[in-house]
């Protein structure tokens, strides 16, 4: 059975920084797309980055970029380092890994991520 399991989340200033950990177990696949979504009240949830194993490369969401890092032990835990937080990151986080879901560049379609976390609260204050 997958399991993911957020942690890190917390209460910052604008332009403060966190560092998220998403640690995984019972995934067995050869190949992941492992990635970060998330949801603000009365929002839509919205993909942040992703890390896809077979070609090894990273995306991001445009509103995040030069911001956040995605980074990952062996393709196993993933890690989101978020820095100059801004109030509109405000929002609960979560990982999710899936086979496919990376395939084709769509790595942001919240319906092709089989496994999912319980997400990592965010709050940012201006």
């Known amino acids: 059975q997958v399991q993911l399991v957020e942690s890190g989340g917390g209460s910052v200033q604008a332009g403060g920084s966190l560092r998220l950990s998403c640690t995984q177990s019972?995934?067995?696949?050869?190949?992941?797309?492992m990635a970060w979504f998330r949801q603000a009240p009365g929002k839509e949830r919205e993909g942040v980055a992703a890390?896809?194993?077979?070609?090894?490369?990273t995306y991001y969401a445009d509103s995040v970029r030069g911001r956040f890092t995605l980074s990952h032990d062996n393709a196993k835990n993933t890690y989101l380092q978020m820095s100059s937080l801004k109030p509109e990151d405000t929002a609960m986080y979560y990982c999710?890994?899936?086979?496919?879901?990376?395939?084709?560049?769509?790595?942001?379609?919240?319906?092709?991520?089989?496994?999912w976390g319980q997400g990592t609260q965010v709050t940012v204050s201006s």
């Open positions: 890390f896809r194993t077979a070609t090894q490369r």
């Open positions: 019972g995934y067995t696949a050869s190949r992941a797309c």
């Open positions: 999710a890994i899936d086979e496919w879901a990376c395939n084709g560049g769509s790595w942001y379609i919240v319906r092709d991520y089989r496994y």
